[in-house]
């Protein structure tokens, strides 16, 4: 298989006073793996409705290829489609299951191409089940081989692993960008879970109100978020009060670099836990209220003040903040995005 470029450009779409797309701009490159990540309600899911030709945008234009399908049923989109429900056939094996969209596009060597794709899925050895007979991970592999089998232009994935227990979620999700990256198909991938779009992607996508904040690189969405918006949205961020001078905003005493110019000298700064320094300090500026065991990184939460800060710490440094336990606060010097 090798990829396709897509293009969506202008896409708009309501319902009824909602603006589910709001003139939407996304290029995908051919090959690549996109994420769109955000809220409920933020357009993506339409998105991506919209290029498989399950729903019509009021205006736009949607290319694959370089090709307007913009008007194309979709029948004749030549795309690869796995949603949440895993929509599998109970009265068919896996291996019929993939099988079935082969068999109506006449494709010969249907069986063979299909045990292929289950050997790709990695469940081969469950070609002759049925769905009633498979864990949630292993149907929904199956009904991405049925997807991929096909040899799509575009590979579109709806909130696939949503319905997976945490370990299955985590496997598949790997699995997923192993085959993606394998084949080179071009892939759209849908999900609200930002552990998730940051994992997978070569790009992740983050929309707000029907429109793109920022396309970006899973790193540069995190480290370098474009709006205040994704700053906060990604990730966990305390929300601590600063004064803006020049390009620096003072918080807790410390200086930040800004990531865009302030439009106030009183702002909230956004600054990740890791950027959260804490020490054993008698008197200190602050008191632990809470510890969060996370494995290797626990979660400390300290009241400064009338501040709640919250810190990532190293789990082996637990003992020596027990709730509280009197510590210093500081910050370090990373950029930081800022609300007006």
């Known amino acids: 298989m090798t990829g396709v470029a897509v293009q969506l450009t202008g896409l708009c779409r309501t319902f009824g006073a909602v603006h589910a797309l709001d003139n939407l701009d996304l290029s995908i490159e ?14 993506k899911t339409t998105a991506l409705r919209v290029l498989a030709g399950l729903e019509d945008a009021d205006s736009g234009q ?28 109970p009265h068919l094996t896996a291996l019929a ?4 969209g082969l068999s109506l596009r006449g494709r010969s060597r249907s069986t063979s191409r ?19 007979q498979l864990s949630g991970g292993q149907q929904q592999r199956v009904a991405l081989a049925r997807a991929l089998a096909i040899e799509p232009s575009v590979l579109l994935l709806d909130e696939p692993l949503s319905a997976l227990d945490a370990k299955v979620r985590v496997q598949l999700r790997d699995e997923i960008r192993r085959i993606q990256t394998e084949v080179g198909t071009t892939t759209l991938f849908v999900t609200h879970d930002q552990e998730e779009a940051l994992a997978v992607a070569d790009r992740v996508g983050v929309m707000r109100d029907g429109r793109l904040e920022q396309l970006a690189a899973p790193a540069d969405i995190y480290l370098t978020p474009a709006t205040p918006f994704v700053a906060d949205f990604v990730g966990l961020s305390n929300r601590l009060p600063g004064t803006v001078t020049g390009n620096e905003v003072e918080v807790l005493g410390t200086r930040l670099p800004l990531l865009a110019p302030a439009s106030s000298p009183s702002v909230t700064a956004l600054v990740r836990p890791e950027s959260v320094l804490v020490t054993s300090a008698e008197p200190g500026n602050g008191r632990v209220l ?13 009241t400064v003040g009338d501040l709640l800060v919250v ?30």
């Open 62 to 89: 949607v290319l694959v290829g370089g090709e307007d399908i913009t008007g194309l049923p979709a029948n004749r989109r030549d795309m690869g489609m796995v949603f949440q429900a895993y929509s599998l056939f």
């Open 97 to 100: 299951n993939v099988s079935f």
């Open 114 to 132: 299909a045990r292929e794709m289950l050997d790709l899925v990695g469940i081969a050895s469950f070609a002759d089940r049925y769905p009633h």
């Open 311 to 340: 810190a990532q710490v190293s789990t082996d440094r637990l003992p020596s903040l027990t709730p509280g336990t009197p510590v210093q606060v500081t910050l370090q010097p990373n950029p930081v995005a800022v609300a007006g």
């Open 30 to 43: 051919p090959g690549e793996f996109v994420t769109l990540l955000g809220p409920s309600g933020c357009g």
């Open 290 to 302: 809470t510890t969060s065991f996370l494995g290797p990184i626990s979660k400390v939460t300290i």
